[in-house]
């Protein structure tokens, strides 16, 4: 097995499906001869040419639209947004047509593309170049969100999408592209799309969480071992629709939540987790649910003390537990 | 022409056929208007003034193979492609066996699998880009289709037409847009839409061929498609085709059109209906006669009665649908 860090676990993952199916292609800004301004094709060009890797013009609209028609065709377009600040323009393309095509034509017609988008913050991106954007399409039935956390998880859970026959948006962070590596498997595998995943087992505090997150949950979880707080950490893996059972289980396993994310709290990913274990765990909860996220601004700034002051880390959620195990 | 050895003018059946499609989505779309005003169904969004161009047009491509993308008014183009007059008023009525979308969408959202009548919705132009894919995907696949995308002018405005085109100039896909100049967004007319003289100049920008036709003259449009599908099954790219005509009824049924237009204009524009022009043209030919048409006449009236009794008569989804194809069976692989 091969250490991968989680952008070559994309381009694995892309480079076999086109290898496998000549119906999968890639199409968006710099992704042909540049190889994507973070390398995520690579070499994909050279080896598949310039009719499956295509440079598109600079207009989202057209990436994510074209690719819906080449998809409704029969196509399996993977459509780059450059950066998921600039999907934007494409969310009437995503929202009002790809989400909506399987139900709108009562099965007739489906719309198997994968979009994927860089997110989130901590490499001095400012504003537009670090936002977390799976809220505004987590309320959209027909669509599927993936934020995968580690390169194993990369390769599978992109090879799921590629081969799942409806839309699925797919959030890769983009400080995680070359700060989490692992061994990644030369086999084919999948990950199955809507499943959460239990990455640590602790029976004091649970922490649901998804994306780089994860990594510092992982991070926090291991120091607070030495103190005698066990984490049990499950990663979502899939956050539209979610896996409402595998959160209430983990929920009610401990009694104690910590809910963790890099976006704006209010109407967030983990709102919904927690109305889901509210409904579902009021009498199995030893503690308030506790939520961790960014704070109430427009975005990220780009001053390195004030980015840092946004983004979640280690040490935020190392503390956030603590408090949760005390309570 | 651009066959020399063919000549639509003379070619007395199919112009026949155009004609006989023609005058059945005019009299499909006047018992909708009917059925409206009596109560029967909610909503009317016409075709009136814009037949002749959309049969024209679809005459001239493969339907056996091309792609269609209709914007709502087009009930002309998917009665060619082989929507049935039970069908169309199935989706008049919502009713569950309507194939467009069982219900779900309102009237005139056309589609059609296995006609290659591809689903629409509402947010005009989303179906530009599509055709541009779909024309991408016939072209890596080395498939001989065309796609073709009918749409408003007001839609000309929108970010997806500009992207679509260029994306297709570029690309130098097989697809063809034709632009249906109605001369009206709803209520806003044409020279409160654009500042240019012609919507087909904009083809200029991408690179690609513009056309500009009378689209009540049907064998003009036919020619301007014919031309369009012959140059992009030649690798010759995309074609830009406005035939302009006039929406002859409101915008829709919850529309009155008396608030922004006059009825002198209305009835000005109504004397240059291209489908008396076909009709005229037909019986100058020869090749209609008042018995044939009357033949025609009754035999559509049956067959739109039929097809009314058929969709008032057959039955809604039932509500345990509605959580049904929100996602594939088959899940994730």
Redesign the interface.
Known sequence: MAVLTYIQAVNQALKEEMEQNEKV?VLGEDVGKRGGVFLATSGLYDQFGE??V?D??L?E??I????????????R?VAEMQFADFIM?AV??II??AA???????????CPITIRAPYGGGVHGALYHSQSIEAIFANQ??L?IVMPSSPYDVKGLL???I????PVLFLEHKRAYRLLKEEVPEEDY?V???KANTVREGDDVTVITYGLCVHFTKQAAEKLEQEGINTEILDLRTVYPLDQQTIIDAASKTGKVLLVTEDNKEGSIIGEVSAIISEHCLFDLDAPIHRLAGPEVPAMPYAPPLEKEFMINAEKIEQAIRDLAEF | MVNQNYALENDKDTLLAMYREMLLARRIDERMWLLNRSGSIPFVVSCQGQEVMQIAASFALNKERDYVLPYYRDLGVVIHFGMTTREIFLQAYAKGEDPNSGGRQMPSHFSQKKNRIVTGSSPVTTQVPHAAGFALAAKMENNPAVSFVTLGEGSSNQGDFHEGLNFAGVHKLPVIFMVENNKYAISVPLNKQVACENISDRAIGYGIKGIKVDGNEAIEVYEAVKEAHERALNGEGATLIEAVSYRLTPHSSDDDDMTYRTKDEVTNEKSKDGLERFKNFLFEKGYLTETINDDLESEIKKEINDATEYAEDAPYADVSTINNYVYGEKGDH
């Open positions: 292609f009719k499956r295509i598109t013009p207009a609209s057209a994510a639209g074209v690719g819906i028609g080449a998809a409704m065709y029969g196509m377009p323009p009437n393309q009002s047509e909506r095509i399987r139900y709108r034509s009562n099965n007739d017609w489906n039935p027909g599927k090879k799921a999408a081969r799942d026959d409806d999948t199955p799309i809507g």
